[in-house]
């Protein structure tokens, strides 16, 4: 007999384990080590207390990880274990994890969801709707943008964390919930750029070349732009969830290509 439960209290080894056991099989397998996995549930401020897990004797088969930020909610994993899938348990499971989120007087629940993936039929099923296409990049070095003004150097210039934030504001620029500036910040420490016009910016974690935020208003700058997201990339970057602006149609024009489409899905809690 399946039956639901919360996480409150779970140790972050077992739930590592629950999260490893139930990713395995999906098109892409999420294997976390407990500091990766206590990281996350830092980063995304995950509420074990309101998140759901299934349960039958064998202990946790599946689970929904709610995350809680600013009257809004974010599912920030969820999955079943092999050999219950196909069972009509993921609708269920859902179902239990909005109607916590409800109770929280939550405004909105948002998730986001591989194109490939065939869970979003329950999502639209149980209520989420599309609201955009999300990109994700990974550009090498071996397939070299050809700029149309080659361009040496860096047009932007090191900025502070609340100049970027305010600058991208000003820009009317509505991210996902994973660059969302509260989520963002806690990638610290962190490096910012911003052009002299701030009209275009670029946020990445103190260490490597993964672009946690890239944003420009002016299609004529694009070029430049480009050019010194390759110079402080060392030529090759790794870009999520671009939603479609000036850059994705940029690349895209370019040949660059996303390597996966995410589609962000909303539910409106006040509909239930």
């Known amino acids: 007999m399946v039956t639901f439960s919360d996480l409150a209290g779970i140790s972050v080894d077992e739930l590592t384990l629950t999260w490893n056991r139930c990713w395995k099989g999906y098109f892409y397998e999420f294997n976390y080590s407990a500091a990766q996995m206590e990281a996350w549930l830092t980063k995304g401020k995950v509420d074990l207390a309101n998140s ?12 929904s990880l709610l995350a809680v930020e600013k009257g809004l909610g974010w599912i920030a994993g969820t999955s079943i274990q092999p050999e219950y899938r196909g069972k009509g348990l993921f609708e269920p499971l859902l179902r239990q994890q909005l109607a916590k989120a409800k109770a929280l007087n939550l405004k909105q629940v948002q998730l986001e969801v591989l194109s490939q993936n065939h869970a979003q039929k329950t999502y639209f099923k149980v209520g989420f709707e599309k609201k955009r296409e999300l990109y994700v990049y990974k550009y090498p070095k071996s397939n070299p943008i050809t700029l149309a003004i080659p361009v040496q150097g860096c047009y932007l210039r090191s900025a502070a964390l609340e100049d970027y934030f305010y600058a991208r504001k000003e820009a009317v620029f509505h991210p996902s919930w994973q660059r969302q500036e509260d989520y963002l910040k806690r990638f610290a420490p962190l490096r910012a750029w911003l052009n002299y016009e701030r009209t275009a910016g670029i946020l990445m974690p103190k260490e490597g070349n ?12 694009l070029d430049s ?9 060392n030529g090759e970057f790794t870009l999520t969830n ?23 899905m909303i539910h409106d809690l006040h509909k239930m």
């Open 242 to 264: 671009q939603p479609r602006d000036m850059l994705t149609l940029y690349l895209s024009q370019h040949g660059v290509k996303p390597s996966d489409i995410q589609y962000e």
């Open 210 to 221: 993964f672009l946690l935020d890239a944003w420009i208003t002016s299609w004529e700058k």
């Open 225 to 233: 732009f480009v050019a010194s997201i390759l110079n402080l990339t």
């Open 52 to 63: 759901v897990a299934m349960r039958e004797a064998n202990g946790i088969i599946g689970f």
